[in-house]
Nanobody
Framework: QVQLMESGGGLVQPGGSLRLSCAAS????????MGWFRQAPGKEREGVSC????????YYADSVKGRFTISRDNAKNTVYLQMNSLKPEDTAEYYC??????????????????????WGQGTQVTVSS
């Protein structure tokens, strides 16, 4: 079965940190551009950060730039999202995604019409005091 499984979400105070993990099963992550998306109740899905399958190029939404870092460990078939200086506005369900034919990581994160190949089930991040 081809799937992505997120983990690492939880409840943190403003200013705190979390590291999300996304483990791939049933396919080799190396050949896919990977991304993290989030969706809060009543809001549209937002591309948070994406990373290419080849040259390591990354994209970050302006709202998280300087606070979040995306990385991948192909040997572990896993992608990560390190989230620092968390704000209440970061509260959302976070989803991992894989796309095997991404011309640019910016397009993967920004273009909502991109046909993502695999979606994870999501992990909840809540930032509250």
């Amino acid at each position: 079965q081809v799937q992505l499984m997120e983990s690492g979400g939880g409840l943190v105070q403003p200013g705190g940190s979390l590291r999300l993990s996304c483990a791939a099963s049933g396919f080799i992550l190396d050949y896919y551009a990977m991304g993290w998306f989030r969706q809060a109740p009543g809001k549209e899905r937002e591309g948070v950060s994406c990373i290419s399958s080849s040259d390591g190029s990354t994209y970050y939404a302006d709202s998280v730039k300087g606070r979040f870092t995306i990385s991948r460990d192909n040997a572990k078939n896993t992608v990560y999202l390190q989230m620092n200086s968390l704000k209440p506005e970061d509260t959302a369900e976070y989803y991992c995604a894989a796309y095997w034919r991404a011309d640019s990581v910016q397009a993967m994160c920004v273009n909502s019409r991109i046909p993502i190949d695999v979606w994870g089930q999501g992990t909840q991040v809540t930032v509250s005091s």
